[in-house]
Nanobody, 119 residues
C-alpha cells in the first residue's frame, strides 16, 4: 500500500522559512520523479517544483524560483521542500506527488501539510 506523509507545515510570518518533508512507503520511491504541488484557498492545485529520480535535476515554478529548494534523500525515502522568503501568497496546502511537472496529476499524492504565511 502506497503511503505518503507530509509534515513541516505551520504558521510563519512573511520573510520566514519552513522545511517540508514527505516520507514515502510501499512504493519504489527511488525509481520515480517527485513533485510538490500546492492549493491556495479558493484556487486550483498548482505545480510548485519537481526533482528527478537521482536528485540531480530540479525544476521550479516561476513564482517560487530562487526562494524554494526541492531535494530528496533516497536512502530515507524522503522528499523535502525548503521554503524561504515566504510571502502571503505562498499560503496553501502543500502536497507531495509522484511525477513530473506534466504528469503529477496522474500519480500518487499525500494528504498535505498546511503553510500559512501572515504579514
Amino acid at each position: 500500500q502506497v503511503k505518503l506523509v507530509e509534515s513541516g507545515g505551520g504558521s510563519v510570518q512573511t520573510g520566514g522559512s519552513r522545511k517540508l518533508s514527505c516520507v514515502g512507503s510501499g512504493y519504489r520511491y527511488t525509481d520515480h520523479c517527485w513533485a510538490w504541488v500546492r492549493q491556495a484557498p479558493g484556487k486550483e492545485l498548482e505545480w510548485v517544483s519537481s526533482i528527478d529520480s537521482g536528485g540531480g535535476s530540479t525544476y521550479y515554478a516561476d513564482s517560487v524560483k530562487g526562494r524554494f529548494a526541492i531535494s530528496r534523500d533516497n536512502a530515507k525515502n524522503t522528499l523535502y521542500l525548503q521554503l524561504n522568503s515566504l510571502k502571503t501568497e505562498d499560503t496553501a496546502m502543500y502536497y507531495c506527488a509522484e511525477g513530473t511537472k506534466k504528469s503529477w496529476q496522474r500519480g500518487y499524492r499525500g494528504q498535505g501539510t498546511t503553510v500559512t504565511v501572515s504579514s
